[in-house]
Structure formats: structure tokens, C-alpha cells
């Protein structure tokens, strides 16, 4: 991996989060590279971005670092290879936490997370340590979606959320605002999965840890430009590895339940 070294300080701050850091994984966007970062500068002016690219051969990576040449708030984070969007998004994670950010926002370059609602994640990061932007929360809209993504969509949110018993209306989401005091609390380190499976992962991490989750409805909007990163391997993975995480999580409470009665019998009378 290889990290810029000539990041400039900047002294920005959102009230009651204080400093943000957007994190924008990148492979072949240099179509919506600029736009993105133009969106997320205009909509929340106070935060800095890190574009995380995968050595994209379409020249993405030398199109964000005109872009930081000339803005302070955007850096850029090149990597060695196409390693996936969970890599990516645990690589910004770990940059943002060297440099002291106290909070890390998840954004997708294409532009269907839209940046317009990145004022209200950020609201409500004021209370919570983790802000899911919610397409299936009241409020929420997806747009030009064809419906056999808003079923698949629709069917893997609501069994990560029976299999795995958290209460979260969209545990897929990828737009997301996380307080860097919960991914200090978190074991980063054991996550391995990616796409749909790697938001599950962390939904699950940070709820068994006790985290406040909240959820935020926000407009989603098929991509415009580009080619999608979506495969049935990862529907495939995410199906894979909520059902272990599932089996996992029953085991652990029947074991528990199991110790409980042995411990109670041990008292008596």
C-alpha cells in the first residue's frame, strides 16, 4: 500500500462530531471522480476527503490528485491494487484514526449516495456512533433501481436482520458515518468480508458492542455513469456469511445458556 506523505494540516470541524473524514473508494470512476468530490465540498464544506483508489487503470487516481493539488480538504490514498470495497473503506478507516479524525464517513463514488444528505448523517452523529443512511427507513427514496435489485435488496436486508437479530432497517446500507471511538472499540482486524457482507460485518460488530445505531432516510440513486461493481459472488459471499455468523451467534448463546444452568445448579441448594 502507499500513502501520500505530503498531507497538508487543516484545521475543520463539524459541531458536536468534530473532525470528519469522507472516505470515497475508488476503481475506474474517473467519470465521477470530480463530480462526487465537487458534491461532497459544496454540501458539507467543513469535512476533508480521502479517495482511496485501486490503482484504477482509467487514470482515477491521477485525476484525484489534480483535484488535492488544488483543494487542501481532499487527499488521496493510492493503493496497490483492485483489493475490494471492504479493504478499501479498512484502509481509510486506519488512515482517518492515525490522523486524529473523530469521525469517518462511508460514500460510494458513483453517486448514489447522495452528498445533499450528508448534513443530516452528520446531525445525527451528534447522538449516536453509528449513522446508517437508510434506503428502507420512512422517508427514504431509491430511485431507478430495476426490481430485482429493490427485491434482492429488500430479501437480504430482512434476513441479515432475523438471522442475525438487529433491529436495522437497511444492515447493507453503504452510506455511513461512524464515530472513531466505536471503531477503536471494534476488531477491525477480524473483518475480512466485502460488498454487502463487509456493511453486515459492521452492523453486527457494532451492535454486539453496544454501539447507538441510528438510522437515516436518504435518497438512493442508481449510478448515471460507469459500470456497476455488483456480482452475484457478492450476494453469494454476503448470504455465505451471515448464515455462519448466524450459527455462530446461536452456538455462543446456547453455550452461554448451558453455563448459566450449570453454574445455578452448582448453588443448590
Known amino acids: 500500500m502507499v500513502h501520500r506523505t505530503d498531507i497538508r494540516p487543516v484545521v475543520t470541524g463539524v ?113 449516536a456512533d ?11 427514496r431509491v430511485l431507478n433501481w430495476p426490481w430485482r435489485r429493490l427485491l434482492l435488496s429488500r430479501c437480504g436486508n430482512m434476513y441479515a436482520r432475523l438471522a442475525l437479530g438487529m433491529p436495522l432497517a437497511d444492515a447493507t446500507g453503504g452510506y455511513r458515518v461512524y464515530r472513531a471511538s466505536v471503531l477503536d472499540a471494534l476488531d477491525l482486524e477480524s473483518v475480512c468480508s466485502q460488498g454487502y457482507s463487509f456493511q453486515v460485518e459492521l452492523s453486527r460488530l457494532a451492535h454486539r458492542a453496544g454501539a447507538r445505531i441510528v438510522e437515516v432516510p436518504i435518497t438512493f440513486a442508481e449510478r448515471e455513469r460507469g459500470a456497476s461493481k455488483m456480482s452475484p ?6 448470504l455465505w456469511r451471515i448464515t455462519g455468523w448466524a450459527v455462530s451467534d446461536r452456538r455462543t448463546a446456547v453455550r452461554r445458556g448451558l453455563r448459566a444452568a450449570t453454574a445455578g445448579q452448582a448453588r443448590w441448594p
Open 233 to 238: 459472488l457478492i450476494v453469494v459471499e454476503a
Open 15 to 127: 459541531p458536536a462530531v468534530g473532525r470528519v473524514l469522507v472516505v470515497i473508494p475508488t476503481y475506474n470512476e474517473a467519470d465521477n471522480v470530480t463530480a462526487i468530490v465537487r458534491r461532497v465540498r459544496e454540501a458539507a464544506p467543513q469535512v476533508e476527503i480521502l479517495v482511496a483508489d485501486d490503482n484504477s487503470p482509467d487514470g482515477t487516481g491521477e485525476i484525484a490528485e489534480g483535484i488535492a493539488r488544488a483543494d487542501q480538504r481532499v487527499h488521496v490514498l493510492h493503493r496497490e491494487g483492485k483489493q475490494g470495497l471492504g479493504a478499501a473503506y479498512l484502509a481509510g478507516f486506519a488512515w482517518a484514526r492515525r490522523r486524529g479524525f473523530d469521525a469517518v464517513v462511508e460514500m460510494d463514488a458513483d453517486g448514489s449516495h447522495a452528498p445533499e444528505d450528508l448534513p443530516a448523517l452528520l446531525a445525527a452523529a451528534r447522538d
Open 130 to 140: 453509528v449513522v446508517i443512511g437508510s434506503r428502507w427507513t420512512r422517508g427514504a
